[in-house]
């Protein structure tokens, strides 16, 4: 049961460096979601996508682009690193049309140095 | 203005001793109301509530949801040392809209 699998867990950058986070699920939901979570701090939404071939603007974007490859994957792509990005980003996935609960990867540890 | 409210923030409590958690959320749109564990490490997944008053049960951890009076608790009976975490309740609205997590109760559980 693999679940939400995010890539890579931890990743080292220096400021202006670009790369993509990968996330896939294996449970054929629909909706996808990119967070951040700062030390002490909520989970906060960075972007989203509702269903394949859609994505939306969560709380925190700048900085961030994504891509739904596929109903699978959701990539989040940061083009030009900065130190205050450096945080722990989760991936998750829900089947939102049939209500049920969200499950998360595992996570990436980000540094930007 | 929040629309999951979480209380108390931070909790320390000994070992033995039960707890109660809150979560308090606004009506507008109500689907069902989750409840998270997080450790040093990814969410993981409780509970979820969607009806009036059937209380959900898991060994020493329980959650009952009003929504007459729009919120849940969290009990943890026996607490242990495991037990410490932070607890997240996220509600789910209609439509395509995300979850939207409250800030969370941070539980230490000192032996």
């Known amino acids: 049961n693999a679940g939400v699998t995010q890539t890579p867990k931890f990743q080292v950058l220096k400021t202006g460096q670009s790369m993509t986070l990968q996330c896939a699920q294996d449970?054929?939901?629909?909706?996808m979601y990119w967070y951040r979570q700062d030390p002490g701090m909520g989970l906060r939404l960075i972007y989203y996508?509702?269903?394949?071939?859609?994505?939306d603007k969560g709380e925190v974007p700048n900085g961030y682009n994504v891509s739904r490859l596929n109903k699978r994957e959701f990539s989040l792509r940061l083009e030009s690193a900065a130190p205050s990005q450096t945080s722990v980003y989760f991936c998750?996935?829900?089947?939102?049309?049939?209500?049920?609960?969200?499950?998360f990867g595992d996570g990436t540890r980000l540094s930007i140095l | 203005e929040d629309k999951v409210v979480q209380s108390p923030l931070s909790l320390v409590v000994h070992e033995g001793d039960t707890v109660t958690l809150n979560c308090s959320y606004e009506?507008?749109?109500?689907?069902?109301l989750l409840w998270y564990k997080q450790e040093k490490k990814a969410p993981t997944f409780l509970f979820m509530l969607?009806?009036?008053?059937i209380e959900k049960k898991s060994g020493r951890l329980s959650s009952i949801l009003d929504k007459k009076e729009l919120f849940s608790i969290l009990n943890i009976t026996a607490t242990q040392t495991g037990d410490s975490a932070v607890y997240l309740c996220?509600?789910?609205?209609?439509?395509?809209?995300?979850?939207?997590f409250g800030k969370g109760t941070r539980l230490s559980v000192i032996a």
């Open positions: 009506v507008t749109n109500f689907r069902s």
């Open positions: 449970m054929n939901h629909n909706s």
């Open positions: 969607t009806s009036s008053g």
């Open positions: 998750a996935s829900r089947d939102h049309w049939e209500n049920q609960p969200q499950h």
């Open positions: 996220a509600v789910s609205y209609s439509g395509n809209t995300p979850l939207v």
């Open positions: 996508s509702a269903s394949e071939g859609t994505t």
